[in-house]
């Protein structure tokens, strides 16, 4: 990548209202990156966007090396790392006041966008781009509640539909191993076409009927890495085709 | 009544002219293929693949219709086809497209399950031999497989196939199984995997003079076991689970683009066709009452049938076409 000379970057960006970006584009903190970015930024903003980027990406792999992903110590120092950057208030679960949200937002797609670019040229290179951007996707969505995973299903018209109280009668009684789950009752299953919830299937711990695969909530996750996974996987493919 | 006429290797090359003219059921298998023109060129763009004699293989063959397919397997006349790929192009014309942009796109998912597999856990036959003693290994494998892909993964057309000498083959025609991706299709077969390191131990030894004796022998010590506390847990279960459960090769199932024997070609060791089985009916099935070639050959001459028939001969093991 060529740069121009690093002066205090000047962003189109910022002159943009917040409030528009939030409710249209941005409807939740975490994206799944399906929408690319439309508008022009300095060659400043643009490199300080991929250099922040690729600070946290790198952070998220070095991290995961040395410490089990998911656990609270990883999940300590990637907060810590990620701080660091100054993509930090976009990546990071922050109080934040929601006047800037939308720009926050707005980062975290450009940015990921930018590295798109830069990560499609090789097999190699996409391989590296899709782990770290499928670790960190994890990691943002694992520190959100239940209330908020709701809304990320439904404003990305995922139609993982919670099992109704009958269905849910008959799905229980045939898990064999009540122990898996000390109290069923408090847990929200959902009905999925079992080709997005493939990393569950191939290690059979999930309950299978008739194509669709019952997920519990806390397995929600795995499930919303493989269509992230499918719909990125296939992207850079088309960005690398395109550009080359 | 036996079909096998006592089939002799060395006459294949003359028989299968006769059996790819009036007995190979082009218009089923066209059927299916084609699977009912939509979406389009889905039979032009599928890869076959004919080994011919002196094991000369060719790949990327493709046929614009019904009539094309019948015409050239006449012409050629295949010791073995197989069946790959729809592809984005036509196979046969793949040299003339950019090779980034010719790639396979669909097809069934596959499941091949091999006899030789079984090798450390059946003493009656080894290698490519089978028999009625073993022969219930691959019955289990049916039922299995089959029940898993119905009830689990809402599959509804499956077409099972013995393959002429020691294995049986099932096609998943269902539109999702054919659009699979390689990780759905090994995701499928990993689920279907639950043994995979093949204890051989030797717990038989020289004990009782047959299977059911030695079977009853060991369940006995395992109750006597069981109430000294010597024994815990379900080894029973765990035994019939190690010996019996279905192993499958997962790179066949894996693979988009591989190649797999076709249903209705000739098995060139043992002469015999290569049949649809019902599952529904399994255990009624006998690989030793399945038509060879000479015996098909023999009884069409013996009986003088018309030669219009361009569907051939009903062959045993009611189709599920």
């Known amino acids: 990548m060529e740069f121009g000379t690093r002066s205090k970057p000047r962003s189109r960006m910022k002159n943009l209202p917040s409030s528009n970006l939030l409710d249209e584009n941005f409807p939740h903190r975490i994206q799944l990156y399906s929408v690319a970015p439309t508008d022009t930024i300095s060659l400043q903003e643009f490199e300080e966007l991929a250099v922040e980027r690729l600070k946290v990406l790198k952070a998220v792999e070095t991290i995961g090396i040395t410490h089990q992903k998911g656990s609270a110590k990883y999940c300590e120092l990637l907060e810590k790392e990620i701080g660091t950057t100054k993509l930090r208030d976009s990546i990071l679960k922050v109080n934040r006041n929601q006047e800037d949200e939308g720009q926050r937002r707005k980062r975290d797609q450009v940015s990921h966008f930018i590295l798109r670019l830069a990560y499609c040229r090789s097999e190699d290179l996409r391989r590296w781009f899709l782990t770290q951007e499928l670790d960190l996707f994890r990691f943002r969505f694992q520190q959100e509640d239940k209330e908020s995973h709701a809304r990320f299903l439904a404003s990305n018209n995922l139609k993982y539909k919670p099992v109704g109280k009958s269905e849910r009668e008959s799905i229980t009684s045939q898990l064999d191993t009540p122990d898996c789950f000390s109290n069923m009752d408090g847990v929200e299953f959902y009905k999925v076409p079992f080709t997005e919830a493939l990393d569950l299937v191939r290690n059979r711990k999930v309950f299978l009927q008739r194509g669709f695969a019952y997920v519990p909530q806390d397995d929600l996750v795995s499930i919303l890495l493989s269509v992230f996974r499918t719909q990125l996987s296939h992207a850079l493919t088309v960005s690398n085709r395109l550009t080359h | 009544m036996s079909t096998d006429g006592n089939y002799d290797p060395n006459t294949l090359p003359d028989l299968l002219p006769l059996y790819y003219k009036r007995l190979f059921p082009y218009g089923p298998y066209y059927r299916w293929m084609n699977y009912g023109g939509v979406p389009k060129h889905y039979f032009t763009n599928r890869e076959f693949s004919f080994t011919l004699k002196d094991d000369v293989y060719i790949r990327y063959q493709s046929f614009s219709d019904q009539q094309d397919f019948e015409k050239e397997l006449q012409k050629k006349c295949p010791h073995k086809i197989d069946i790959g790929a729809v592809y984005t192009h036509r196979p046969k014309d793949h040299k003339t497209v950019k090779s980034s942009a010719f790639v396979a796109q669909e097809k069934e998912l596959v499941f091949d399950i091999d006899m030789t597999?079984?090798?450390?856990?059946?003493?009656?036959?080894?290698?490519?031999?089978?028999?009625?003693?073993?022969?219930?290994?691959?019955?289990?494998?049916?039922?299995?497989?089959?029940?898993?892909?119905?009830?689990?993964?809402?599959?509804?057309?499956?077409?099972?196939?013995?393959?002429?000498?020691?294995?049986?083959?099932?096609?998943?025609?269902?539109?999702?199984?054919?659009?699979?991706?390689?990780?759905?299709?090994?995701?499928?077969?990993?689920?279907?995997?639950?043994?995979?390191?093949?204890?051989?131990?030797?717990?038989?030894?020289?004990?009782?003079?047959?299977?059911?004796?030695?079977?009853?022998?060991?369940?006995?010590?395992?109750?006597?076991?069981?109430?000294?506390?010597?024994?815990?847990?379900?080894?029973?279960?765990?035994?019939?689970?190690?010996?019996?459960?279905?192993?499958?090769?997962?790179?066949?199932?894996?693979?988009?683009?591989?190649?797999?024997?076709?249903?209705?070609?000739?098995?060139?060791?043992?002469?015999?066709?290569?049949?649809?089985?019902?599952?529904?009916?399994?255990?009624?099935?006998?690989?030793?009452?399945?038509?060879?070639?000479?015996?098909?050959?023999?009884?069409?001459?013996?009986?003088?049938?018309?030669?219009?028939?361009?569907?051939?001969?009903?062959?045993?093991?009611?189709?599920?076409?």
């Open chain 2, 117 to 321: 597999d079984y090798d450390d856990v059946r003493f009656c036959c080894s290698g490519a031999d089978i028999c009625a003693k073993c022969w219930p290994l691959m019955v289990i494998a049916v039922k299995i497989i089959d029940r898993t892909l119905r009830d689990d993964f809402g599959f509804d057309h499956l077409l099972w196939v013995y393959s002429g000498r020691r294995g049986i083959h099932c096609w998943v025609c269902d539109e999702g199984a054919r659009s699979l991706s390689t990780q759905g299709r090994s995701a499928v077969a990993e689920y279907l995997q639950v043994v995979k390191k093949h204890l051989a131990e030797d717990f038989v030894g020289k004990l009782g003079k047959d299977t059911a004796s030695r079977w009853a022998i060991l369940q006995k010590r395992l109750v006597e076991g069981r109430s000294m506390n010597f024994v815990k847990g379900h080894i029973e279960e765990e035994i019939k689970l190690q010996f019996c459960y279905p192993r499958l090769d997962i790179n066949v199932s894996k693979g988009i683009n591989h190649l797999l024997k076709s249903p209705f070609c000739i098995h060139p060791k043992t002469g015999r066709v290569c049949v649809p089985m019902d599952p529904k009916n399994i255990d009624e099935f006998d690989p030793s009452e399945v038509p060879t070639i000479s015996g098909l050959i023999e009884e069409l001459d013996s009986t003088k049938v018309p030669e219009t028939d361009s569907d051939g001969k009903r062959l045993k093991g009611n189709s599920v076409l």
